[in-house]
């Protein structure tokens, strides 16, 4: 990943670590609410991968907010 893309996705990682900090859950039991592996939670955050809109819908829905409140600021 390069420019742009690498940006956005250290972004989203830093947003998700937040909140999942924010509510005292563990990578491991941000896996479970959202229904993906706990090393993905772990690449996400770190910003090593990309992440595609289901994945982006199911951690939104684990926070329990909509789309557009889980990528505001990304």
Request: glycine share 10%; aromatic share 6%; charged share 25%.
């Amino acid at each position: 990943m390069v420019g742009m893309a690498s940006e956005v996705c250290t972004a989203l990682g830093q947003r998700i670590r937040s909140l999942r900090r924010k509510r005292g859950w563990r990578q491991l039991d941000l896996a479970v609410q959202a229904g993906i592996n706990e090393n993905y939670v772990s690449d996400l955050e770190l910003g090593r991968k990309e992440v595609c809109l289901n994945t982006i819908q199911a951690l939104a829905t684990a926070f329990g907010m909509s789309i557009a409140e889980f990528m505001k600021g990304i």
